[in-house]
């Protein structure tokens, strides 16, 4: 079996996200890039069932090379950020969550973008946009991700859910958690009142120090 390590990464993140409250059922999904093959999560398939073996495998051409089962709908926004999208600080992008957490979701029908309410805003960038809407599985919904994601790791998507990237599955994964519990805060907050937001000097303040942060 091929890429079986990273078959058998996205097969844990995938059930992870069911355990945290990110996904229901078969929503979501999560890739892992390997060179010029993807692994990626099949469409229609309980997470909790899922096995290495389920994963896909995939060519940056969208061509399955491994795998008895259709990989997911979305995996042409997947394939896109891999062509596509530039990391801010030039690390490599290997790795993408996309979710249908409750309250990133929630906001992404109010507004066009994450309000500051926290700093932990800045591990997606100086702000998280709000992708225009475009349905499921689409090149036009891959364009709108796209552009949001310009200069960002994140984005949400209108009506729809969060997609985050990153150096391997852990960094791309800690993104989506972040963005959740953002975006519940801000609604916690705007629920009680009119909550105060950062600056845009202090979330580009911050963006500047998480560059040296941790063991690194």
Same mark, same amino acid.
């Given at each position: ?25 078969? =929503? ?39 795998? =008895?089962?259709?990989?997911? =709908? ?116 705007? =629920? ?25």
């Amino acid at each position: 079996m091929i890429l079986e390590t990273e078959r058998a990464a996205v097969c844990a993140y995938a059930r992870r996200m069911v355990g945290d409250g990110l996904v229901v059922g078969t =929503s979501g999904n999560v890739s892992l890039r390997a060179g010029d093959l993807v692994a990626v999560t099949p469409t229609g398939v309980a997470y909790s069932s899922l096995t290495p073996g389920d994963i896909a495998v995939v060519d940056l051409g969208g061509q399955v090379v491994d795998g =008895s089962l259709k990989p997911t =709908s979305e995996l042409p926004m997947h394939l896109s950020v891999y062509w596509d999208v530039r990391d801010p600080d030039g690390e490599p992008v290997t790795a993408v969550v996309h979710t249908h957490s409750p309250h990133a979701t929630a906001v992404s029908t109010l507004v066009r973008e994450v309000p500051p309410i926290h700093y932990i805003i800045a591990t997606v960038g100086p702000s998280v946009r709000v992708a225009r809407y475009a349905t499921y599985g689409t090149p036009e919904l891959a364009a709108a991700v796209l552009e949001a994601l310009e200069g960002r790791r994140g984005c949400l998507m209108a009506n729809h859910g969060t997609l985050t990237y990153g150096d391997g599955l852990e960094a791309a994964y800690h993104r989506a958690q972040q963005l959740e519990w953002a975006c519940r805060v801000w609604l916690l907050a705007q =629920s009680a009142g009119r909550p105060s937001l950062l600056p845009p000097p202090e979330v580009a303040n911050v963006v500047e120090r998480l560059r040296g942060y941790g063991q690194g």
